[in-house]
């Protein structure tokens, strides 16, 4: 199994509803509803997570252990039983598996962590086929009424196990933007729900619109041909099922369906670097997860329905209609005046988006990362420990330090590395970032980051922008105006290689809507080195900077024209960038995309590419960017023997980069002897101001000792190096990067997130003719819920037909108890039968908030 990570540039959990009945009116009803491991709407979260030992205080820097072994086990079960045979230490792959999870819970040697991020979809091909057979989902109609075919809470069972819910919006449950926007969602989960008649009406009109026609069996044909949906199945887990089930949907409407149930190997060519055109496929079952908990979810309406930020061929294909368009991109860029425009674009962007459908979303996973119960690691409540950026630097024994720990994932080594453009799924990334630093993490329970590299943020914004802080380490002040200074970076020449600045693009000057300015440690530079022995330095921030453009320049010698939408999307909100000093390193950011909270706008990366962060530390979404690593995979490019991206490596017919394994090694090997031969600098009218000679030498005699030694180009400077790839057996080495400066108990701090209980009481019968008081009540470990630490709890009510009626804010009664009274005039938008309330608790602490329900019956 496979998960993508989509990246902004983003609780899955049980919706279960108690039904307490009543013959009195005066009669009680009470609901109880968390954020579970399984669907048990009474089960305490802190199930969830085996407690951890505080570590005690250590001398160590970097990683508390020596070393990580990486291997592949596809299929959940056989990993448990290999921890319990002690053939393996960890698990770091989203497992969904219902029926091991119940037994890891029952065996005491084993811990687990869960996670509430990621989602599975039918990803169209949208493209019309150029060989003369019909593409029934190059229809937008057709695609919206595959939403009708699916029943998804059928599905959530069937293949989960009831270990999720169904997800119908590109926004997740357990996120903050669903509990902020429930009531224009839950409208749209009722007009969608599962109804075969209706999708079997729109798709029959459409078809025969299209010029198809049903045969004596049933079946459509077009031109005398039956219309053979091909779909690719993943078969390493639960997208099998649901690849299988919706196959079955479309025979029961007259398709004939082929099932290509493969592995993630043998499909990936297809999806990701096929030419969508030639109707090798019509969908694949697709899996997604955010790297962290995303606290502004805007951005992934143009990463699911346009191809402004296409990864993949069949992305790149997409359509989306002009108004979908306007506000996915206003969405992405965070280009609003205040949350009452945002919400009216999120008003426009949430049913366009099931209109559109080309990625139809499925179902919302809870995964588990078993465990032995004595291995202590840090997991995120999105992405779990395999999608944590933090769990390299906290992995540890409890009670010891050294060691080796044994980690598995579904599949390793399945695509190239590399920082540019690399492969991002999950069971990639997971090794990755071990490897590299950072300059900020998120928090994994808030979302909100902390510096790691970054010593202090400044955030200035335009007076009357939607932003607020919340931690010391950055500061937040509102302006009436943000002049762009004449000399700040803000285009690229790609013949000169050289930055254009504000002055020479825009003379009559240039304002911005913020900027960040970044302060590094003055020894920065001192302390932080490559795993070569290469000290970190500015050229490798300034590459960083000229890669959010030279790819998009067609005088580039690596241009790339599938990546020019990305470009467009950057520039569209950049404003500019300058180096304000190289000692200490302090850089200011201009953007007109201003993020909800100042910590993810100083700390997140970001930009047109994987990457270019405010604070510009050079990794990128897909791996550490250094200079020197990066010169013989660039010769490559230019020489057309190698490409950085899917997409241009798929037209020019070459080998997509991989700095780690495979025929892109002794290519970039060549390339490196050359560099070395020359002094090359690379873009040197720009990054020759910040690399010196004796610079250059020592980074290629680093690199070629490197590249001897480990016989890999991945170099970063991350707490562990990759020492060794054994790509043939399918197995990865990491050790302990002595060199790191940090103290190891660093990111010791995170205990357990404090996720909220919520338990409904009410009346189990309301009259039309009088009033109804509704309580919900929030806590945590049975204590009452702090209101100081509860950021709002809202409610939602429901008529007989599940249509929202009505919704508001309740009241805080006392620590933990929330109320609301419904007059007898909000009553009247009841109809006489059942109806429900739903409360949204939103805390403080824990960005994943907690719904609870109450069903009541209404009489005249």
């Known amino acids: 199994m496979s998960r993508k990570l989509l990246f902004t540039l983003a609780a899955v959990f049980v919706i279960a509803s108690l039904i307490l009945g009543a013959c009195s009116p005066s009669a009680t009803a009470t609901a109880t509803q968390a954020p579970t491991e399984e669907p048990s709407a009474t089960e305490s979260p802190a199930a969830t997570e085996a407690p951890t030992e505080e570590p005690t205080a250590t001398t160590r820097t970097g990683a508390w252990v020596d070393e990580i072994i990486f291997t592949s086990i596809d299929e959940v079960p056989n990993a448990v039983a290999q921890i319990q045979a002690d053939q393996l230490d960890l698990y770091a792959f989203l497992a969904e598996d219902p029926d091991t999870f119940a037994l890891v819970k029952e065996d005491a040697s084993l811990a687990f962590s869960n996670s509430y991020g990621s989602w599975d979809s039918i990803l169209f091909n949208d493209a019309e086929f150029n060989n003369g057979k019909l593409n029934p989902f190059s229809n937008p109609k057709i695609r919206e009424a595959t939403n009708w075919l699916v029943d998804r809470d059928y599905v959530v069972q069937e293949a989960l196990g ?250 390793i080594l399945t695509g190239p590395w590399n920082p540019i453009a690399g492969h991002n799924w999950i069971q990639e990334l997971n090794l990755i970032y ?45 302006v009436p105006e943000i002049k762009v200074p004449a000399d700040a970076w803000v285009d690229w020449n790609g013949e000169t290689q050289t930055f254009v600045t504000a002055g020479e693009k825009y003379p009559d000057g240039l304002t911005a809507k913020s900027v960040t300015t970044t302060t590094y440690p003055a020894d920065m530079f001192e302390k932080i080195t490559y795993h070569d022995g290469s000290p970190l330095s500015v050229a490798d921030f300034v590459l960083l900077m000229i890669m959010q453009f030279d790819t998009c320049d067609p005088k580039s010698a690596i241009y790339d024209e599938t990546n020019v939408p990305n470009c467009d999307t950057f520039k569209s909100h950049f404003k500019g960038v300058r180096i304000v000093s190289t000692d200490p390193l302090v850089i200011e950011h201009y953007d007109d995309t201003v993020s909800l909270d100042a910590e993810v706008q100083a700390g997140a990366i970001g930009g047109s590419q994987p990457g270019g962060a405010n604070n510009w530390f050079p990794v990128t979404a897909t791996g550490p960017l250094a200079w020197h690593t990066f010169v013989p995979a660039y010769l490559a490019e230019a020489n057309s023997e190698l490409a950085f991206s899917t997409n241009k490596s798929t037209a020019l017919g070459v080998e997509w980069t991989n700095y780690i394994s495979g025929p892109s090694l002794e290519i970039m090997k060549k390339h490196l002897d050359e560099a070395q031969g020359e002094s090359l600098i690379p873009y040197a009218a720009t990054l020759g101001q910040f690399i010196s000679k004796e610079d250059v030498q020592a980074r290629y005699e680093n690199l070629q000792k490197w590249y001897a030694d480990h016989n890999h180009f991945w170099v970063g400077t991350g707490i562990f190096y990759i020492d060794e790839v054994n790509a043939v057996e399918g197995s990865v080495v990491a050790k302990r990067f002595e060199d790191f400066p940090d103290p190891a108990d660093k ?49 939602l009510l429901y008529d007989a037909e599940g249509n929202l009626v009505l919704s508001g804010l309740a009241s805080a009664a006392a620590d933990g108890q929330y109320s609301i009274t419904l007059s007898a005039e909000q009553l009247s938008k009841l109809t006489a039968g059942s109806a429900k309330i739903e409360f949204v608790v939103s805390s403080k602490l824990v960005a994943i908030p907690t719904f609870a329900s109450l069903e009541f019956v209404v009489v005249p």
């Open 162 to 411: 009831g270990l999720g819910d169904a997800r119908y919006v590109p926004i997740l449950a357990a996120f903050p933007d669903y509990a902020r926007y429930a009531d224009l969602v839950r409208p749209l989960e009722n007009k969608y729900a599962y109804n075969l008649e209706k999708a079997d009406a729109v798709i029959s009109a459409e078809m025969e619109g299209m010029g198809a026609a049903k045969n004596a069996d049933g079946k459509w044909t077009f031109n005398g041909e039956p219309v053979v949906i091909i779909g690719l199945i993943r078969s390493e887990d639960e997208r099998e099922i649901i690849g299988n089930y919706f196959c079955d949907q479309l025979e029961k409407i007259g398709f004939t369906c082929d099932r290509q149930v493969r592995t993630r190997t043998e499909l990936a060519p297809i999806w990701q670097q096929g030419v969508v055109e030639n109707g090798e496929f019509h969908f694949y079952t697709a899996g997604n997860f955010w790297p962290n908990l995303l606290r502004d979810e805007g951005s992934g309406f143009l990463q699911n329905f346009c191809p402004d930020v296409a990864g993949t061929t069949t992305e790149a294909a997409f359509t989306c209609v002009d108004e979908l368009h306007a506000a996915s991109q206003a969405l992405y860029t965070n280009n609003f005046k205040n949350m009452d425009e945002r919400r009216a674009f999120f008003a426009t962007a949430l049913p366009l988006s099931l209109e559109n459908s080309s990625y139809m979303p499925i179902v919302n996973p809870i995964s588990f990362f078993p465990r032995k119960a004595d291995l202590i690691v840090a997991s995120d409540l999105s992405a779990g420990v395999g999608g944590s950026t933090l769990w390299p630097y906290t992995i540890r024994w409890a009670g010891k330090e050294g060691g080796t720990v044994r980690s598995a994932n579904s599949g």
């Open 434 to 478: 071990a490897t590299q630093d950072v300059g900020a993490f998120a928090d994994p329970y808030t979302g909100l980051y902390w510096p790691q590299r970054l010593e202090k943020s400044d955030v200035k914004v335009l007076e009357g922008t939607p932003i607020s802080k919340t931690l010391d380490w950055v500061s937040l002040e509102f």
């Open 747 to 795: 990111w010791s701090r995170f205990g357990e997130p404090k996720l909220a209980v919520v338990d409904v009481s009410g009346p189990a019968e309301v009259s039309l003719s009088g009033e109804a008081t509704f309580d919900a009540f929030v806590s945590f470990k049975d204590e009452a819920y702090p209101q100081s630490e509860i950021d709002q709890v809202s409610f």
